[in-house]
């Protein structure tokens, strides 16, 4: 079976866990520290690692004060992670639409859905692609608005010359099993904005002030203050030394991703019947490779790659059609035309050209083109 995607580790990964068990320290300590380093220094910009990239967002979000009644503008194609990080805090997601051509947030319509409750928009950086950042900024500063970007999927992408992560408000980042890099699981949140930065620092240690360099070292506040809600999402050692071999290893993953993806690219460009997203992968760093087909046939062929050693995935039922954030007469059609279409294939750096070569004549012979 080619699986959809898997997590790519080797003798390093094991290694460094190891000695991590052998120090017997698992919490949060110096890997953890190291492993922040490193992305401060990649991205050139402050990072504070957590235990998942929903953490990350619900951090970013209660950071900025967003709190019951407010609103958050976010794309309902997205993973149920970036919602539940929004009505974590109190505030409720405002299902917006995509943009056909990359899957983003369709800033027409947030526009639109706009109010006087808004206080953040967070774009969604679907399959590695950002959409059009600029004008999303623009529109956040001449709204007053907070920008938090769920970049799960675009960890090394490029945007305009600039890393994705490396400019902006407030990014975030996922490590979890199957993304661009992993630490077993984990996220990062980016930003320059000092205050928002010690808030989350001590968010993520439960609220206690100040905690965090004593962790660095080895040690822990006995005597402390809270002033606010916390969680319990700080990362690991275990997280942080995976994640560090990880980020050794991300160039030869980058590279293997993004041919990949130009190969898949290549394979369909001519075919009305299959339709690819609008992407540069000589900047995007896929996360994963959608296709859309005729949704009739889009079931069916799941089926038939399943039965030819080939696992597919569906990327994603939109959120405003789940019971928890369903709105009365509230209707995306494009959103609900396109997920019924959305056919996700094999995308992982185990993978090698011969392999995206069978999935994709499987699909043609399929398809009869």
């Given amino acids: ?17 190891t000695k991590v068990l052998e120090n017997e320290y698992l919490g949060m300590g110096d890997n953890v520290k190291e492993f922040e380093e490193l992305l401060s220094s990649y991205f050139n910009r402050p990072t504070v690692c957590v235990n998942t990239g929903t953490s990350a967002i619900h951090l970013a ?9 407010d609103e958050v503008l976010v794309q309902s194609l997205t993973y149920v992670a970036t919602y539940q990080a929004i009505s974590a805090t109190g505030a ?4 917006c639409e995509i943009n056909p051509k990359t899957l983003t947030i369709d800033l027409e319509d947030a526009k639109r859905k706009l109010t006087p409750k808004t206080k953040v928009i967070l774009p969604v950086h679907y399959g590695g692609g950002v959409g059009d950042l600029n004008k999303l900024y623009i529109f956040a500063k001449e709204n007053n608005l907070r920008v938090v970007e769920d970049a799960a ?23 979890d099993g199957i993304k661009n890099i992993t630490s077993g699981e984990g996220g990062a949140i980016l930003t320059d904005d000092k205050t928002i930065l010690e808030r989350i620092k001590d968010a993520r240690l439960l609220g206690v002030q100040k905690d965090t360099d004593k962790r660095y070292s080895g040690k822990r506040s006995w005597e402390f203050d809270v002033e606010f809600q916390g969680w319990r999402y700080h990362m690991s050692n ?13 160039p030869g993953f980058k590279a293997k991703r993004q041919d990949l993806a130009k190969l898949y690219q290549t394979e369909f460009s001519n075919i009305e019947r299959i339709k690819i997203l609008d992407h540069n992968y000589q900047e995007i760093v896929p996360h994963i490779f959608t296709i859309q087909v005729d949704s009739d046939q889009r079931d069916e062929l799941k ?38 279409n959305l056919i996700t294939l094999p995308l992982h750096p185990d993978l090698d050209e011969e392999d995206v070569k069978k999935v994709s004549k499987l699909i043609k012979d399929f398809l009869k083109v």
């Fill in 1 to 17: 079976m080619l699986r959809l995607s898997k997590s790519v580790i080797g003798i390093e990964e094991i290694n460094a866990v």
């Fill in 92 to 95: 409720k997601p405002i299902s």
């Fill in 303 to 340: 089926e038939f790659l399943s039965a030819n050693g080939v696992q597919t995935g569906f990327h994603y039922f939109p959120n405003h059609l789940l019971s928890k954030f369903k709105i009365q007469d509230l209707n995306l059609p494009l959103t609900e035309k396109l997920h019924k």
């Fill in 61 to 69: 979000l209660q950071s900025l004060g967003v709190d019951k009644g």
């Fill in 153 to 175: 999927h675009a960890f090394g992408s490029i945007y305009k010359d600039k890393l994705v992560g490396a400019f902006g408000d407030i990014c975030c980042f996922s490590f």
């Fill in 238 to 250: 275990i997280m942080a030394a995976i994640g560090v071999e990880q980020f050794k290893k991300f």
